[in-house]
């Protein structure tokens, strides 16, 4: 079992839809949850961050953390083509200190005008 | 408020040679961590730099090595280049004194091996 993993997309979606991505983890003592966006050919870009269980909103984003189920996802609302991009699912677990990310293999979004 | 900068933007070695990437993090921040994208996937931790020591590495052969300077910048130096090294290495900059450990990557270095 990956340590992170993500729908594998693409997923495409109509301009002005609502996009759901979803990410699942292994482990339970995770205590930090990103969302990084990567357009094509570049570095990733932080988007939200959440580390307690319910929503966590930041202007069209949605960040949702549940952590019973071990499942965390990113609600785009309104999407717009310039949303396409690779999303990237992060997770940390800084209990025995550092600070390292363990990624999924992110899903590609592509918002379709 | 500069962000996180690496340098060079794309480099080509060949097999067997011996690469230095580098990175300065952004303002403030005091804690560099490196990975390894390889196409069509997500960054893989190769080791995280504080107070200028290794504090954490991932699953990376020795041949991967880093150093920190007292300007927090770093160092990220392979030896014996493979071809399966060919890949975006990524910095990442955090403060430690924020236990949420928010990571912002700079712009990445293309290495490709020939």
């Known amino acids: 079992q990956k340590e992170v993993e993500q729908n594998s997309g693409p997923l495409s979606v109509p301009e002005g839809a609502i996009a759901s991505l979803n990410c699942t983890y292994s482990?339970?003592?995770?205590?930090?949850f990103f969302w990084y966006r990567q357009y094509s050919g570049k570095s990733p870009e932080l988007i939200m961050s959440?580390?307690?269980?319910g929503d966590k909103e930041d202007g069209r984003f949605t960040a949702q953390l549940n952590k019973a189920s071990q499942y965390v996802s990113l609600l785009i609302r309104d999407s717009q083509p310039s949303d396409s991009a690779t999303y990237l699912c992060a997770v940390n677990s800084f209990y025995n200190q550092g600070g390292k990310l363990i990624f999924g293999q992110g899903t590609e979004l592509s918002v379709k005008p | 408020d500069a962000g996180v900068t690496q340098s060079p933007t794309h480099l080509i070695k060949t097999r067997g040679q011996q690469v230095t990437l580098r990175c300065s993090p952004k303002?403030?921040?005091?804690?560099v961590s490196w990975y390894q994208q390889a196409l069509g996937q997500g960054p893989q931790f190769i080791f995280q730099?504080?107070?200028?020591?290794?504090?954490q590495r991932g699953n990376f052969p020795d041949r991967f090595s880093g150093h920190q300077f007292p300007n927090y910048s770093s160092e990220l130096n392979v030896n014996a280049l493979l071809l399966g090294d060919s890949a975006l290495y990524l910095c990442?900059?955090?403060?430690?004194?924020?236990?949420?450990?928010?990571?912002?990557f700079g712009p990445g270095t293309r290495l490709t091996v020939t």
């Open positions: 959440i580390y307690s269980n």
């Open positions: 990442a900059s955090s403060l430690e004194s924020r236990s949420a450990y928010e990571q912002y």
């Open positions: 303002s403030g921040h005091d804690t």
């Open positions: 482990d339970r003592v995770s205590q930090s």
């Open positions: 730099y504080y107070e200028e020591e290794e504090r």
